[in-house]
């Protein structure tokens, strides 16, 4: 499959239409396009990739791409189409929602935990510059939660959704660089992790050190030797 076509357009436009799709959904969605090559033996993933490479290329010049980021929650591959032209994130959002949205993020980002109560959340609104009722600051955050920005972390607690971390990424690392960690096992910007519990200067993706753990037995923090162990399931803080 090397040529756009409609079946290249649908995808463009399912990810169009949402904040983020999974690997799984995707595949699913490129099935009956790439039959030929998953009956030849081709593996999943690269047969998606090729495919995701087509759309890409149409993209491009729009100044739109599809990117992949694993989930700090599941370790579940996500997609999203984003713009790499420097745009305000959330752009589609009104100012103020983007204001609050922004706010909950660095206040999100500079946590421990990764995660903020919805309590919190809420408070911030105080923190905009015009005068925001509780009953509007409630709304704004159910919102940013249905449309995919925040995502329920348990025990009445909210974190940023993969794709928040994606489109805000560039803006959470100028605003707050102090914060800025990387995952020593995939790289990628650490929001929601496990801190080495004896030096703490080590976060992992949670997905990421389970992953290696079980393939490798064992993982030790690089920084003060001692043997890392990732919390037994999510849980807010
Ligand atoms: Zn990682
Ligand atoms: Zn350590």
Redesign the pocket.
Same mark, same amino acid.
């Given at each position: 499959m090397t040529t756009y076509c409609d079946d290249h357009r649908r995808v463009a436009q399912a990810l169009m239409s949402q904040p983020a799709l999974s690997e799984a959904k995707l595949l699913a969605l490129i099935r009956p396009a790439t039959a030929a090559q998953a009956e030849a033996g081709e593996h999943d993933r690269s047969r998606l990739k090729a495919f995701v490479d087509v759309v890409n290329e149409q993209l491009r010049p729009l100044g739109l791409e599809i990117t992949k980021r694993k989930s700090e929650s599941d370790g579940e591959r996500m997609y999203a189409l984003l713009s790499f032209v420097d745009v305000p994130p959330t752009r589609d959002k009104p100012e103020l929602q983007l204001l609050f949205m922004q706010a909950i993020a660095g206040e999100v980002f500079t946590s421990t935990d990764g995660c903020i109560s919805s309590t919190d959340a809420l408070h911030l609104a105080d923190g905009l510059p015009c005068k925001t009722t509780s009953t509007q600051a409630q709304s704004m955050l159910t919102k940013l939660i249905g449309d995919g920005w925040l995502e329920d972390a348990g025990f009445g607690h909210v974190c940023l959704s993969t794709r928040c971390i994606m489109e805000m990424e560039s803006y959470l690392k100028r605003h707050y660089p102090g914060y800025v960690l990387s995952c020593p096992l995939c790289n990628d910007l650490v929001v929601r992790g496990e801190p &080495?519990a004896? /030096? *703490?200067?080590?976060r992992y993706h949670r997905p990421c050190l389970r992953e290696y753990i079980q393939k490798v037995g064992a993982k030790m &923090?690089t920084? /003060? *030797?001692?043997q890392?162990t990732p919390a037994p399931a999510d849980r807010a803080g």
């Open positions: &080495c004896d /030096c *703490g200067n080590e &923090c920084q /003060c *030797g001692s890392l």
